[in-house]
Nanobody
Framework: QVQLVESGGGLVQAGGSLRLSCAASGRTLSSYAVGWFRQAPGKEREFVGAITRSGNYIEYTDSVKGRFTISRDNAKNTVYLQMNSLKPEDTAVYYC?????????????????WGQGTQVTVSS
């Protein structure tokens, strides 16, 4: 079992930045690809990006490319989502998830463990 806890969410003005953390316990996160998803009010949860176990490949959805950066520190059992140039449409609950996969999983069904989410609100 892997327990995931997201942190770092909050309220920020448009154009600002936040860094989310996804801390794991139970098992080493280095065995898992980790993805970030978000769910805005009234919308389905969507893929934001994901990083392979080693961190040598990262995938992003088009709407965040150039603004968001995923990184990981396997020694700290933590994955990060750096979010810059935030827009009101980035407002959502952000979730991290872990997948026992070699490649970057793009679909929710491919993930084995999920965090509880952290709220990000971007004001205009």
């Amino acid at each position: 079992q892997v327990q995931l806890v997201e942190s770092g969410g909050g309220l920020v003005q448009a154009g600002g930045s936040l860094r989310l953390s996804c801390a794991a316990s139970g098992r080493t996160l280095s065995s898992y690809a980790v993805g970030w998803f978000r769910q805005a009010p009234g919308k389905e949860r969507e893929f934001v990006g994901a990083i392979t176990r080693s961190g040598n490949y990262i995938e992003y959805t088009d709407s965040v490319k150039g603004r968001f950066t995923i990184s990981r520190d396997n020694a700290k059992n933590t994955v990060y989502l750096q979010m810059n140039s935030l827009k009101p449409e980035d407002t959502a609950v952000y979730y991290c998830a872990a997948a026992l996969r070699v490649v970057v999983p793009l679909r929710e069904i491919e993930y084995n463990y999920w965090g509880q989410g952290t709220q990000v609100t971007v004001s205009s």
